[in-house]
């Protein structure tokens, strides 16, 4: 629909919405009025704080599915899927050497969808690193890190460090054998490094061994650290898309 | 409705780059066109996922016991590329340097290629799509030779064709195997153990050579293992350099790689190939002891 549209005409059902969205309460959280005419559908994005992360109107080309997948913003959906039911784990969970393994159990046999909540965080952290990956390639291959975009491209490489990174802290809180080893090689090869390498397994596991001290700080970084961290490069890169002139076209 | 679409952007000098004309009629309003989008693929993934969710539960083993460890131990699915890279290197260079310096290589991508050629349009450079199948195809080739180098596959495959007979049981009589004069290139390990290296080369002490003691510093105690360092890290790093190096100079000389761009997408290619066949082979193709399997195929046992 083209911005120079008239408006249309107004039909039974913009009669309903008018009664229910013209009241006060509504209108005192939404300013504009149901967006069914462009003036509207602009302001309605203009005046949400979350749909103002777009600008309020792209190019054709952008909106086909094949042109990016959607995979840039499934990234950032799962992001928020994984906060949602990550929240809802911590409710059960405790970070003890002692406990942890115990509320993984208890949460799967005896807390009412525990189970489910435990797989769709788990599903969702597997499918957002490979949604990140397939987003940057899907970059790469349309071309979109040239000028003005560099620096977004950059962001994005430190957005995939991190959705590693959150991904291997989540690994070892259910403290299970799959989750102990796995850390232990993961943080050996850091320690194999020279010089550097075994003080940053050392301060990365707090210890020799990969115990309640590494467990700690793998909780307290798999929920807060790295989480908000990502959210300020998330922002960042949001922010640069469209300080960028949007998507990338063809010159 | 929108106009009829204008005729391709005239390309724009390098002053406007990025800041690209508005045509209006070009454009879609966010709302409805991209926001209904959004909401309704939002909708179909959390269905999707809900459902995976219900039909497979995530996997909780024994508790964990520092005291038993499982055999093979593996790290997460998606460092087990690096995991691969471990088995055929010294391991700082595996688990290190090569993740520090593929980071930063993909981070300066876009500053080394900054021209707008193929940009905003899936693979549009003429050669895009030629060169993707070729950096792919020997990526992920190449990597599967290499592992299978390390695996001493050539010398199996070498016995079973020699004897007619896969697996033959080297005691047999008439048992034709592995020339021993090329006894050194059997695998990586072999270059180290199996050439007949001077003696001093294991044991070159550096201290005797560096006389950092001299400057005032402490001295170096260092005793340098020539056959190591090349088989654990000067042969690693020259292969990983050399071949991404060789492959974009054949395809300069074949003119199928003219541009920065072109180069970029055959290198980057390459690499998603290499990254994605070394998580494979981590994943899938190493058991126990990280033996590649299935390795009964081509074992002697
Ligand atoms: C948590 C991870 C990430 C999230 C949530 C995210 C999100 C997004 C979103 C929503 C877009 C809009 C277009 C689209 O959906 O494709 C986008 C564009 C972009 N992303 Fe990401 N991204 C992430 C990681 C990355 C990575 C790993 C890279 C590259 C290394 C990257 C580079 C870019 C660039 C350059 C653009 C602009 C594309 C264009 O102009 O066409 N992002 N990102």
Redesign the pocket.
């Known amino acids: 629909m083209a911005a120079t549209e008239r408006p249309q005409r107004r039909t039974m059902g913009d009669r309903l919405y008018d009664a229910i969205f013209s009241n006060r309460v509504w209108r005192s959280i939404f300013r504009s009025g149901y967006p069914n005419t462009p003036r509207n559908q602009m302001l309605a994005v203009a005046t949400n704080v979350f749909l103002h992360l777009h600008p309020t109107r792209i190019h054709r080309t ?1 909106v086909k599915i094949t042109h ?9 959906f799962l ?1 928020l899927g994984l906060t949602i039911t990550g929240v809802l784990l911590m409710f059960y969970y405790v970070p003890s050497i002692e406990r942890a393994y115990e509320d993984i159990l208890a949460l799967e046999t005896d807390v009412r969808f525990g189970q489910l909540m435990r797989n769709m965080h788990r599903w969702m952290a597997h499918g ?1 690193v490979l949604t ?2 397939m ?2 390639m ?3 291959y ?1 071309g ?2 040239k000028p003005p ?1 560099e620096f ?2 950059v ?3 430190v ?2 460090v ?2 590693l990174l959150l991904s291997f802290t989540g690994y070892l809180l259910p403290w299970d054998q799959l989750a102990l080893w796995a850390i232990t090689v993961g943080t050996n090869m850091v320690g194999s490094a020279p010089i550097l390498g075994e003080p940053n397994r050392f301060i990365l596991v707090g210890g020799f061994q990969v115990g309640q001290a590494a467990l700690t700080r793998f909780y307290a970084l798999h929920v807060i650290g790295l989480p908000l961290l ?1 959210a300020v490069f ?1 922002t960042v ?2 922010w640069r ?1 469209r300080r ?1 002139g ?3 076209r063809p010159l | 409705m929108a106009a009829t679409p204008q005729a391709q952007a005239q390309p724009s000098s390098a002053a406007v780059r990025g800041r690209q004309r508005r045509a209006r009629e070009e454009e879609l309003l966010v709302w409805p066109d991209l926001v209904f989008i959004e909401f309704i693929s939002a909708v179909l993934f959390t269905i999707l996922i809900v459902i995976l969710a219900v039909m497979v539960d995530s996997v909780l083993l024994d508790r964990a016991n520092a005291a038993i460890t499982p055999n093979p131990s593996k790290a997460p699915w998606y460092f087990l590329n690096l995991q691969e890279l471990l088995l055929h290197m010294h391991p700082a260079l595996a688990g290190v340097v090569v993740p520090t310096v593929a980071l930063i290589a ?2 300066a991508i876009p500053y080394f290629d900054t021209s707008n050629e193929g940009q ?1 349009e899936w693979l549009s450079t003429p050669n895009a799509w030629l060169l993707t199948k070729i950096g792919a195809g020997v990526g992920a080739v190449g990597t599967m030779l290499l592992i299978f180098f390390d695996a001493s596959k050539h010398v199996q495959i070498y016995e079973w064709i020699a004897n007619g007979e896969l697996n033959a049981n080297p005691d047999s009589p008439g048992f034709v195997a592995w020339p021993s004069w090329l006894s050194g290139i059997e695998n990586m390990a072999a270059i180290r153990d199996n050439i007949a290296w001077p003696e001093w080369m294991f044991n070159v002490p550096l201290g005797d050579v560096l006389r950092t003691d001299l400057l005032g510093f402490p001295r170096v105690e260092l005793d340098w293992n020539i056959p190591a360092f090349l088989v654990e890290q000067f042969i690693p790093v020259n292969t990983m350099i050399g071949l991404p190096l060789l492959l974009s100079f054949v395809a300069h000389r074949a003119g199928w790689a003219k541009t920065k761009r072109d180069h970029m997408v055959l290198q980057f290619s390459g690499f998603i190939a290499v990254y994605i066949t070394l998580t494979i082979v981590g994943t899938f193709f190493r058991g126990e002891g990280l033996v590649l399997i299935p390795y009964t195929i081509f074992a002697h046992e």
Request: aromatic share 16%; net charge positive.
């Open positions: 952008h990016t997948f959607c995979l840039g913003g499934l990234s950032f992001f957002m990140v990956l987003h940057m899907r970059v790469f349309t979109a890190y975009r977004n491209w962001v994005g490489v957005l995939l991190l959705t990502a998330m890169h949001f898309i960028d949007g998507l990338a | 993909l981070g905003g």
